[in-house]
């Protein structure tokens, strides 16, 4: 199986400094504290056992995973690096910080007078922890900055609801899971990972908190890119990547935000391309670019996009062809597929 998988891999880097960096919302997440570690230890989960499938054939230098249980001592996390070095995908360096999701604000936020609940959480969440957000990566990781304890109420431009309580506008932090600026060292220096998983933009009442939001996560980089925060901005070569979780042409939610930072002069977006054979007659955007598959159809939630004077030398989504055997063995790990795209970084 994972001879199979790994054949359907992208051709590796042409050279030493050509470097593959992709996303993938792999789905490693479970109903409470510690499962994701058990499930990895027993060495027959499908689910688990698909991911390692999928991380296997996609075969990237450094890899944002999102969806992925988060426990203090990165236990699960260490032990899916584990399994990997055993089918001959070592990644020795791993990184991940306690994500927002799970985390209690001590606030009834969603206002139903019970405290204490996932809706409760800075990030929707059963426990502190699930779903978060980290990196496997074959070159080293160094310095990073961590944004999300950021308040949502002080972005410029802010979409919070109007009406929100005073109490949770001084509470209530932006990043649904994170937003990190994350150095790993290449032999041209630092390139930088601007890493994040938005929060869906559904899920919500006629306040649309979540559709706000989510549209505030994306708006979070390009204000940081354009120095309009407290934090300086993050030093190029860079690479932002993760969910966005909205497509700027189709599905629900506020698209000027995720569309501000695809044209935004700082970045660039190569389109990675795939193909997952369904045909989506009522899709506004090119179907070649989704990157995960719901019953209502495909849309491209998911982004890896270089800084502008990065090199991209090749990119893509890790759809496998029509009728092969891999696309069971993706499905059975998420309906997301991976996202890569390959550069040179500068000296």
Same mark, same amino acid.
């Given at each position: ?7 359907l ?20 997440t ?63 360096? %791993?990184?991940?910080?306690? $994500?927002?999701?799970?985390?209690? @604000?001590?606030?009834? &936020?969603? *206002? +139903?007078?019970? /405290? ?49 309580a ?44 979540n ?8 708006v979070?980089?390009?204000?940081? %890119?354009?120095?309009?925060? $407290?934090?300086?901005?993050?030093? @190029?070569?860079?690479? &932002?990547? *993760? +969910?966005?979780? /909205? ?21 660039q ?76 970084p500068?000296?």
């Amino acid at each position: 199986m994972i001879a199979a998988a790994v054949a359907l891999a992208l051709a590796a880097p042409a050279a030493a400094e050509t470097l593959r960096i992709a996303t993938w919302n792999s789905g490693l997440t479970r109903e409470g504290p510690g499962l994701l570690a058990r499930d990895i230890l027993k060495g027959d989960d499908p689910q688990v056992e698909a991911a390692l499938q999928v991380i296997a054939a996609l075969d990237a230098d450094v890899l944002l995973l999102t969806a992925v249980d988060y426990d203090r001592g990165l236990v699960a996390l260490g032990l899916l690096q584990d399994r990997l070095a055993q089918i001959g995908r070592p990644y020795p360096h %791993l990184f991940a910080l306690r $994500p927002n999701t799970g985390m209690q @604000a001590g606030l009834d &936020l969603d *206002g +139903d007078g019970r /405290l204490g609940e996932p809706e409760d959480a800075q990030g929707w969440g059963r426990f502190s922890g699930e779903g978060g957000m980290a990196i496997l990566s074959r070159l080293p990781v160094g310095e990073a900055r961590d944004f999300s304890a950021f308040l949502w109420a002080d972005l410029p431009g802010t979409l919070i609801p109007p009406g929100t309580a005073p109490e949770v506008r001084a509470a209530l932090r932006l990043s649904t899971t994170g937003h990190w600026d994350v150095a790993v060292a290449t032999a041209s220096g630092p390139l930088h990972l601007l890493a994040f998983h938005a929060t869906p933009p559904v899920f919500d009442g006629p306040e649309d908190r979540n559709g706000r939001r989510n549209h505030d996560e994306a708006v979070f980089w390009t204000r940081l %890119l354009d120095g309009a925060l $407290p934090m300086a901005p993050p030093s @190029a070569p860079f690479v &932002l990547l *993760g +969910d966005a979780n /909205l497509d700027p042409a189709d599905g629900d939610g506020l698209t000027a935000g995720i569309s501000a930072l695809l044209a935004h002069p700082a970045v660039q977006d190569p389109q990675p391309k795939g193909t997952h054979g369904r045909a989506e007659p009522a899709q506004k955007g090119d179907p070649a670019l989704d990157t995960a598959l719901y019953d209502f159809g495909g849309l491209r939630v998911d982004y890896v996009l270089p800084s502008a004077g990065l090199h991209v030398t090749a990119s893509g989504v890790l759809w496998p062809p029509a009728g092969d055997p891999f696309a069971e063995t993706l499905a059975r790990a998420s309906r997301h597929a991976p996202v890569w795209v390959e550069v040179e970084p500068s000296p």
